[in-house]
């Protein structure tokens, strides 16, 4: 076997490879290890395909400026800073015992150490070890910072008057505090107890080459990567960006783009973002407004924008069977199955809608508005238009009870109309299932409602002309895809009662147009949101009492975490007992959750629409489109443990009708400041707007939509709440580019991410 003699390092070059470019204590068996943590990282299964512009890509979680550590004597209660310190003494001991037998679980580690000059009183850092292996940690880090070792650590120094002193606790001492050198006198006996990892047989072997790129400048600090901390991947990064060559960082944003924005470099910004510069602000890097981070979050954004952009742009060069026509004679049919005036907005919105369904193209239209807006509706006035147009509508909504109560609502509507509307979903029998499908082939069925299994199982129309799809945020975006993959191009409207604030819309549904319903029905009185505490379940029972005498109903939710479903279903029919058996003697309670039969589920469904239950004990499975105008009152436990988004979904189930409605948040949870805080916002807001605004920045979009299933790749650096200004630049500008299709440039940016994996683009001509 012939081993390749490397050429210069690139970007391309596979990690696996590094070792043969000499970087120090950087060898085979490392070089394998280093690619395989990346390869968790990045998402790529083989660790062979990963790169070096992978590991350039291993952004740092902050900077810490050493250029000037500070000395005890600067120090002060509450202040964040780095010091440079030499351990004087440790001691590891144990605080608790819980099991009374064995080792004990959980130690404090403390270390004792002062600055180089002495200026001041010798500080402690200490931390938390825990678990099974407590103890050998304990024997590692004794064994690793022994007297006279220098090293450096970052956090928020705190006063404690008993020992006269300043403390810092660590939360992740492998993360946070950094060896620079060991003492003078240690011996180079390898400890054996040690924790494993690679750098601890090299560890005793100080290379003073490198500790220059850890003191006396700006540094980099790292989330741990697989086994390698902080300290080995800035030495690693500080290798590759000094063997890679400027020209070997290929510029990929045009000349002109980066004129007109103010862009650095890319082969600037890869340097910078990993090693800041001696004279720039480290406020900008802190705040992520460093212009090394500002190019890197802008391409971040650039080349998602595009993408999305240009599978918008396929989708307008497709047509449909056919435009349909939407007459005078149309519109009053429509007119003549409508239970009440649509509002101005509901009205705005038809209109969109019907334009897009007049359209050569398929219409793919977001229909966002709040809970309780109306959006049934709008949906069941464009089902008529296909449907009196000759084509097949179908609904699919994200629950059985969803779709059940859709297609009770709409026959009820069409009740007077030739067209017939029938359910089809998972939970039919089998004879029933292919007698609907057979019906649904022959174009006998004009309107078919139902969950998933709609497109899941093999579904075949006859003139399939709308699919509408209720509260899309549970579905994931790519429903329309497998239609088409049936060889259906019919018109999709999706609707979701998450409003998705601007950015989001921008990205994750970027190829959608969208309708906003902005105003709510008459007649509606704001629902009172109260935050309450154990101790006010008193109060509780008085409000659900009155409101049951006055004729009302009432809803009671438990969550269902996925981790522990099972606990949380046991205790979700425990509170049910109890009160059915114990607080509410007098009253019927019901159950319902999401693992009953679906024909039970619809008997206790039935009964709550019916006002014969009273109380509706439940789980999420109501969260959303559940309508019982009836029900003026919304009792969430564990208020804490839901996203602001969901709660406003549940919220939306009350205040339905000319009734006064409460929505009452019970948690045992009111110290923490995130949950007080999150749960205040709902108690003064009722706008939907407001709250999706508040849970993107709290939580993220991966939190309020799913978008893990959403097929959208995610953004390397970019933060769509606190880079906004960025995203509206890069969308702005990816939309400059593709408005030239013909371009030579803008050919090379589509044909640059076809060939990224990231984007799915491959297989668009
Ligand atoms: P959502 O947008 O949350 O899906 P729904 O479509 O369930 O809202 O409508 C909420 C309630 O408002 C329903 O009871 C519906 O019948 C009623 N509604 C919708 N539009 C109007 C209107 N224009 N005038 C009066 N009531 C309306
Ligand atoms: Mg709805």
């Known amino acids: 076997m012939i081993a390749a003699m490397p050429g210069a390092i690139s970007l391309n070059t596979p990690i696996e490879d590094l070792h043969s470019f000499k970087i120090a204590r950087l060898g085979q068996i490392l070089s394998h290890k280093l690619a395989k943590a990346l390869a968790a990282q990045t998402h790529k299964k083989n660790s062979a395909e990963v790169t070096v512009e992978d590991l350039l890509n291993y952004f740092p979680m902050r900077y810490e400026d050493r250029s000037r550590p500070a000395l005890i004597k600067d120090l002060h209660d509450g202040v964040e800073a780095s010091l440079e310190l030499t351990v004087t003494k440790t001691n590891g001991y144990a605080v608790r015992n819980p099991r009374g037998y064995g080792r004990a679980q959980l130690y404090i580690f403390e270390v004792s150490g002062i600055d180089g000059p002495m200026t001041g009183k010798e500080v402690i850092v200490w931390w938390f070890v825990s678990g099974r292996r407590a103890y050998d940690i304990v024997k590692y880090y004794t064994a690793k910072l022994t007297r006279g070792t220098r090293f450096i650590t970052f956090g928020r120094w705190e006063w404690e008057a008993r020992r006269n002193t300043f403390k810092l606790r660590l939360n992740n001492a492998a993360d946070e505090l950094e060896i620079l050198l060991p003492p003078p ?3 180079d006996e390898p400890t054996h107890d040690a924790e494993p990892g690679p750098e601890q047989a090299e560890e005793n072997v100080p290379d003073p080459s490198l500790a220059a790129i850890h003191v006396g400048r700006r540094v980099p600090v790292y989330r741990k990567l697989g086994e390698f901390n902080s300290k080995r991947v800035r030495e690693i990064v500080h290798a590759v960006l000094s063997l890679l060559n400027d020209k070997a960082i290929e510029e990929t944003l045009p000349a002109d783009l980066r004129h007109r924005t103010g862009l650095i470099s890319r082969a600037q910004a890869v340097r910078e973002i990993h090693f800041p510069p001696p004279d720039v602000s480290m406020l900008d890097y802190e705040q992520s407004k460093s212009l090394a981070q500002m190019r ?8 998602v924008t595009f993408a999305i952009g240009l599978k918008r742009g396929q989708r307008e060069k497709e047509v449909k069977a056919a435009p349909l026509r939407i007459d005078k004679n149309v519109k009053d049919h429509i007119g003549s199955v409508m239970p009440f005036k649509l509002t101005r907005a509901q009205r705005k919105v038809t209109a969109e809608i019907f334009r897009d369904m007049q359209s050569t193209a398929p219409m793919n239209r977001l229909l966002q508005g709040d809970v309780g807006s109306g959006k049934t509706i709008v949906a069941v006035v464009a089902m008529m ?5 000759d084509l097949q509508t179908a609904l699919m909504a994200p629950t059985e009870i969803l779709a059940e109560q859709h297609s009770r609502s709409i026959k009820r509507l069409l009740a007077k109309t030739p067209y017939r509307v029938e359910m089809l979903t998972g939970s039919l029998r089998a004879a029933e299932k292919r007698h609907v499908q057979n019906a ?12 998933q299994a709609l497109i899941q199982e093999a579904v075949a129309f006859e003139k399939l002309g709308l699919v509408v799809i209720d509260e899309q945020h549970r579905f994931g975006v790519m429903q329309r895809a497998e239609l088409r993959a049936r060889g259906l191009n019919p018109d999709v409207l999706v609707m979701t009662a998450t409003p998705i604030p601007r950015s989001l819309a921008m990205t994750v549904y970027g190829d959608l147009d969208v309708s906003i319903i902005d105003e709510l029905p008459p007649g509606r009185t704001p629902i009172e949101t109260m935050v309450f505490g154990e101790d006010q379940r008193q109060e509780v029972k008085r409000l659900i009492t009155r409101e ?4 009302r109903q009432v809803y009671v939710v438990y969550p269902l975490v996925e981790e522990s479903e099972k606990m949380d279903l046991k205790d979700a029919t425990h509170r049910y007992e109890y009160l059915r058996d114990t607080v509410f003697p007098r009253l019927s309670v019901g159950l319902l959750h999401g693992k009953m039969k679906p024909a039970e589920k619809e008997k206790v469904m039935s009964a709550f629409v019916a006002g014969e239950i009273k109380i509706l004990v439940s789980t999420t499975v109501i969260e959303v489109g559940v309508d019982v105008p009836n029900a003026s009152v919304m009792i969430v436990e564990h208020a804490e443990r839901f996203g602001l988004s969901q709660l406003h979904q549940l919220r939306g189930r009350v205040g339905r009708g000319a009734e006064k409605s409460y929505c009452i948040l019970l948690t045992s949870d009111t110290k923490t400041v995130n949950a007080e805080e999150r749960l205040g916002i709902m108690a003064k807001t009722n706008d939907g707007f407001i709250i999706a605004e508040k849970d993107l920045e709290l939580r993220g979009p991966g939190e309020l939509l799913g978008t893990k299933q959403s097929g959208l790749p995610e953004f390397r650096i970019g933060n769509i709440v606190r880079d ?6 890069a969308k702005q500008e990816a939309e400059f580019y593709l408005a ?9 940016m589509i044909a640059r991410i076809k060939a990224d994996p990231r984007f799915g683009l491959a297989q668009i001509g």
């Open 185 to 187: 006198e240690s011996t």
């Open 296 to 303: 890197m979050i802008f391409e971040d954004f650039f080349w």
């Open 385 to 389: 238009a296909a449907m009196e147009n």
């Open 440 to 451: 649904l082939k022959e174009g006998a069925i004009h309107a078919c409602i139902g969950t």
């Open 548 to 551: 049951v005498k006055a004729g």
């Open 724 to 729: 906004q200004a960025i995203l509206e630049k």
């Open 740 to 748: 030239k299709p013909k371009a030579v440039v803008t050919g090379k």
